[in-house]
C-alpha cells in the first residue's frame, strides 16, 4: 500500500482544457497548509482532456508530482463524459496510494467526484471545509479537525475527522489566511493513473449540451442586481425593479417567497437554493433578509434596503437603508435618475 | 412506477440564528419545522411522474426523531402514498450512517414487491450540507446516478436529466433503476389540499428503529459566523429619499452624473 503517494495530501485539480480552476488553485493552497503542517508530501491529480498541460501548469505552483488521466490520443480513450469515471479512478488512486487526505473545491464536480470516490471506498467526506489542521492533543496520521459550513455559510461546524485517509472539499473563499507561499516551481512528475480495472461505468451518458443563451447581464456576475421579495406585492410590480436594473445596467433578483408564488422563474432566485451574487450594489426591496436569502448575497459588497419594516432582518445586513413603500420608493428613484440623464456607471 | 424520496426534517430558521447552550444544535424551541426546497421539489416530481405513467407507489422517507412525522404527513398531503420512518433519538446522524440506512430500506422494499425504480434525494441536505447521502446510496446498490438535476422525462426504461454545467445545461441519458439527486427549480412544488390533509392522516406510517453505522466526521461544535453588524445609514424615508439614493449611486460609481 506504501509507494509513491503514501501520507500524502492530494488534491483534484480540475481545469479548462489545461488551465487550472482558480477554485482548485484555492483548495491548492488549504492543502499545501495540511501538507506542511503534518510534514507530508503535496501532489495533485488531473483528469480529462488537457490533464497532462494542467500538469504542467501545476508545476509553477510547486507541485512536484501530479497524477494524470486523460482521453488524448493513445490513452485509453475513458469515457470522461460519464459523471461516474472520475469517482473512479480517485477510488482506485485513494487505494493504491492511501493518501493522508484527497481535496478537492467544493464545486459541483469538485463534490460529486469526491462523493462518488469517498463512497466507493467507503471513507469519510467532510463538504465546504473552510479550514483543516491536526487535531488538537490527537495523533496527525489518525485524526484532523475541520471547520465547514452549515445552511449554505450561516452556521459553522467544528468536526474531527477521523481515519488514516480522509476526503475534504474547500469551500469557496476558504484559504485566504495564512496562506503558505509555493516552494520553487519546476517540472512535475507526470504519472499516470493506472486504469481503475473492470468495464468503464458508461451507465449515465452525456447526450446533449445545451449552450446557455447569450445577451443579458447573468445574475452571479451582475455589478447591480435590483432584488424583490414579498413586498413588491404581485408579478406585476416587478416591471418597475426591471426598469430601474435597467437604468442601472443590472439585472433583477428574487426571494424564494416570490419563486414559490410563481411571480419570477426560479433563475432568478437569490440565496441558499438559489445562485450566489456578487454585485457592488445589492438594492433589496420588500426583502425581510432570511439567513437563507443573506447567505446568497452576503458577497455584495454594499446592500442598500428598501422596506416599510425599520426593524426587519435585512436592516442589520444592510449598508445602506430607505424606511418606506418600495411602490413610491423605487418609482421615485426612476424619476430622479431621469431627471439627471443619469446613465449606467463604468 | 415505483419512486422513493428521501427528506430530512429541519428548523425554518428566519432573520437570525440561535444556537443551544451547548453548541450542538440550531435552537428550535420557537421555530417552525420544513424540509429543503431541493427536497420538496422531489416530493413535487414523484407525484406527478406516477400520476403521468399511470400507476405506481410514491413512497418518502426520513431519519430523523420522532417528531419528523410531520414531514411524512406533509409529503403524503400533497399526494405520496406510502411513509417510512426511520426513528431515531434526534441526534444528527452523520452521511454515512445516513446512506446506508437508506440502503437498508430500499433493499427491504425490494423484499416486498416495491422495486424502487426511482430514488429521489435533494441536492443537499439544507442543514448539513454534506452532498454526499444520495451517491453513497447510489455506489451502495450499484446503480446510476446523477446530481443537480433540473428536470427530468422518463422514457421508457430510462431518464433525460438536464442540470447546470459549467458550459451551459447538460443533458444525459440515465437508465433505469436509478439515483437522483435534485435542485429546485426542477419544477413548482403545489401546496396541500385540505382533502390531500384528511388522506394524509389515514395513512399508516411504517416506522422502525435502525442500526446506527459509525464512521463519519464528529462534530464537535456549531458557531455561528460573526457578522459585524453593519451600521445601517439611513438615507430617507419614502418617494424623500429618491435624491439621496441617486447620490450614493453616483457616488458608488454605479451612474455617471
Ligand atoms: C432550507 C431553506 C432554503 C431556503 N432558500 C432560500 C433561498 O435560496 N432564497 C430565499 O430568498 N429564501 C430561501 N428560503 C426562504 C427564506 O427562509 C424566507 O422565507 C424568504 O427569503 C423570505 O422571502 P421575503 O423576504 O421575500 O418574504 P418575507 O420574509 O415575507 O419578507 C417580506 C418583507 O417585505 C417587507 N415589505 C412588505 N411590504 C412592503 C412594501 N410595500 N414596501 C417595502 N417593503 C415591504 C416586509 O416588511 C418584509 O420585511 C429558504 C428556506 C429554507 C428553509
Ligand atoms: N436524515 C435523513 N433522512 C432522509 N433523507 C436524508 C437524510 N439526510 C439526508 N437525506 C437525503 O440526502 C440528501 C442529501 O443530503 P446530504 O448528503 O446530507 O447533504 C437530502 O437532500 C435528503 O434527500
Known sequence: MSGLGAGAVIVFVEHATGEPAPASLAALAVARGLADALGAPLEAVALGEGAVAAASALGAHGLGVVHVAHDDKGDAGRPFDTPALPGRLLAHLLVTNAPRALIAAATARGTETLAYAAALTNLPLAAACTQVSAADGEDPARALSVTRLRWGGSVLEEARLDGATVLLTVADGAGADGAVPAPPAGAPRIITLADEGGQPDTRVRLVERVASAAGGVSLAEARVVVGGGRGVGGPDAFGLLEELAALLGGTVGVSRVVTGAGWRPHSEQVGQTGTRISPDLYIACGISGAIQHIVGCRGARAILAINTDRDAPIMARATYAVVGDLHAVVPAIIAELRRRGATPGA | ?257
Request: aromatic share 4%.
Open chain 2, 1 to 257: 412506477m415505483n419512486i422513493l424520496v428521501c427528506v430530512k426534517r429541519v428548523p425554518a430558521t428566519g432573520g437570525r440564528v440561535t444556537l443551544t447552550g451547548d453548541g450542538l444544535a440550531i435552537d428550535a424551541r420557537f421555530l417552525s419545522f420544513t424540509i429543503s426546497p431541493h427536497e420538496e421539489c422531489a416530493v413535487e416530481e414523484a407525484v406527478r411522474l406516477v400520476e403521468a405513467s399511470g400507476g405506481g407507489t410514491t413512497t418518502v422517507l426520513t431519519l430523523g426523531a420522532e417528531a419528523a412525522a410531520d414531514q411524512l404527513r406533509d409529503a403524503l398531503a400533497v399526494g405520496m402514498t406510502r411513509a417510512i420512518h426511520l426513528v431515531t433519538d434526534g441526534e444528527d446522524w452523520d452521511p454515512m450512517a445516513t446512506a446506508a440506512a437508506i440502503v437498508g430500506v430500499v433493499r427491504a422494499d425490494a423484499a416486498e414487491g416495491f422495486d424502487h425504480d426511482l430514488v429521489l434525494f435533494g441536492n443537499e441536505a439544507a442543514d448539513s450540507g454534506d452532498y454526499q447521502v444520495p451517491i453513497r446510496v447510489a455506489a451502495a446498490l450499484d446503480r446510476p446516478w446523477l446530481t443537480g438535476v433540473k428536470g427530468l422525462d422518463v422514457e421508457g426504461t430510462s431518464v433525460r436529466a438536464r442540470r447546470d454545467g459549467t458550459r451551459g445545461q447538460e443533458v444525459y441519458h440515465v437508465p433505469l433503476p436509478a439515483v437522483l439527486a435534485v435542485r429546485e427549480g426542477l419544477n413548482r412544488p403545489r401546496y396541500p389540499s385540505i382533502p390531500g390533509r384528511l388522506r394524509a392522516k389515514k395513512v399508516a406510517i411504517m416506522a422502525t428503529r435502525p442500526e446506527r453505522q459509525v464512521g463519519g466526521p464528529t462534530m464537535i461544535r456549531l458557531r455561528v459566523p460573526d457578522e459585524e453588524d453593519a451600521q445601517v445609514h439611513v438615507l430617507g424615508t419614502g418617494a424623500e429619499a429618491a435624491p439621496a439614493v441617486v447620490d450614493l449611486l453616483e457616488s458608488l460609481g454605479l451612474v455617471n452624473p
